[in-house]
């Protein structure tokens, strides 16, 4: 009889130091952190990228000629397609063995397109601890970009390791150069480097032109640093560079993380006066910065832009719909988000994962409609992200997950897991009662984790 009351009150004892650590782990990383490893957040929603400067038009489309043209022409477009997926491996191994056909004069392109596979990789996978940087000094006092020895996310080393490559066999270097460089370490957060790829491309006799300004402003603005936002709008009129929408937008996004209201209308009235006409993403951005604001007149306000946009004669995409609907969720306002909601397919839209996690949201307070929407999603093969499964597990059934789970960890260590939770079950007990087995990502889940 003792040997079962210390037994339960080890297990007693090792759940609640597991769900502890469980709980700490998830919060950090996500429940599919968790149970995938190797998984990222993803942004729920993303207004400003470099992606979307119109001003940055790549020369990466060339009329080949002589004896290998078609071959070019096809391994050209693929060196593209995956420097615009972020594939930086792939299009590295590429151009290498097309380099010996290729016409000395597009070396330059095809090494500024490895930089800009770089970027995309940057925006697309974004790291956990950008803008950490450990800098040496080394000797070469030549290149202030190649003064320090930077050690941040794994872009900006493959970059600047392109960038000494370009170096070493004499490729000549442009202001593209120096703009993918600025480019990628800007995605990566890292405002310090693009600063001194500022300085070298100065140093090389390079004017630096409006997409370079709205690259070091955007990357002010992804760090929060809105006075260096702002420094470096400053800089733009002794350098007579005009600023443009995308300049605008950059600052826009960079008072929008920093919540600041007042100096986000400020901007957007300073388009107005300087002939700028606002885009999507301006009105998109307004939206946003009053659709996460705590006050009482936000929601108002978030219908006012919309209006605002709509009689500027702009068409809202799904992303413009997506911050509409979480800012009304935030408010657990459930009749605003299904209206919205059900303007979609009139509009020609079709609702992705950010739109249910909104919808999500919106219902948290309901068990039964949350877990009634999120078998709708599956039914509409959209995959929950690790928002869905946040907003879930944590807004309902808390302490029955986690019991599961804590119960199915316990099992393991004691090596008798027919008396506990399979892994199965706690996938199943995370997602509510939803009938979720007979779906393809969570067969796939279960039996990763089995």
């Not at 413009?320 to 209206?339: E, M, P």
Request: proline residues 4%.
């Amino acid at each position: 009889m003792k040997d079962v009351l210390f037994l339960c009150a080890f297990v007693n004892v090792l759940y609640l130091a597991q769900s502890v650590i469980i709980i700490m782990i998830i919060r950090h990383r996500g429940v599919t952190g968790l149970l995938a490893s190797g998984s990222r957040q993803p942004a729920a929603f993303r207004l400003f990228s470099n992606a979307r400067l119109k001003e940055d038009n790549d020369d990466d489309d060339f009329r080949f000629t002589g004896e290998h043209k078609d071959r070019l022409t096809v391994e050209w477009k693929r060196i593209n397609q995956h420097a615009e997926a972020g594939e930086i491996q792939p299009a590295k191994d590429l151009f290498h063995q097309i380099k010996p056909l290729l016409p000395t004069r597009l070396y330059t392109c095809g090494y500024n397109m490895l930089l800009k596979a770089c970027a995309k990789h940057a925006l697309i996978h974004p790291t956990t601890n950008n803008g950490v940087q450990h800098l040496n000094k080394s000797i070469n006092d030549d290149d202030p970009a190649l003064t320090y020895t930077i050690k941040t996310s794994t872009e900006v080393d493959v970059a600047k390791e392109i960038y000494q490559e370009m170096i070493g066999s004499g490729i000549r270097l442009n202001a593209r150069t120096f703009g993918k460089l600025m480019e990628v370490a800007g995605n990566s957060g890292d405002v310090h480097t693009a600063s001194l790829w500022y300085q070298a491309m100065k140093k090389k006799g390079f004017s630096p032109n409006v997409v370079v300004f709205n690259i070091l402003i955007d990357a002010c603005g992804r760090r929060g640093d809105v006075g260096m936002a702002k420094w470096w709008w400053g800089e733009m009129g002794p350098a007579g560079v005009a600023p443009t929408v995308c300049s605008f937008n950059a600052l826009l996004s960079a008072y929008t993380r920093a919540g600041d209201f007042a100096s986000a209308e400020g901007c957007f009235d300073e388009m107005h006066r300087r002939g700028v006409q606002p885009d999507l993403i301006s009105f998109t951005t307004m939206i946003d910065i009053y659709g996460k604001s705590n006050e009482k007149d936000a929601p108002n306000k978030v219908e006012h832009w919309f209006r605002q946009m709509l009689a500027a004669n702009l068409k809202p995409d799904i992303i413009t719909y997506n911050v509409l609907l979480s800012a009304f969720a935030r408010q657990r306002d459930v009749k605003t988000v299904l209206h919205y909601y059900q303007r979609l397919p009139e509009n020609g839209l079709t609702a992705n994962v950010n739109t249910y996690n909104a919808i999500l949201l919106a219902v948290s307070n309901d068990g039964k409609a949350m877990r009634e929407w999120f078998d709708f999603m599956l039914k509409e093969d959209v995959k929950p992200d690790v928002v869905s499964l946040n907003t879930v597990v944590f807004e309902r059934d808390l302490f029955l997950a986690f019991a599961r789970l804590g119960l199915c960890i316990c099992g393991r260590i004691l090596n008798c897991s027919a008396l506990f939770p399979t892994w199965v079950q706690v996938v199943n007990g995370l997602v509510g009662s939803a009938p979720i087995g007979k779906y393809r990502w969570v067969n796939s889940l279960s039996s990763t984790a089995e």
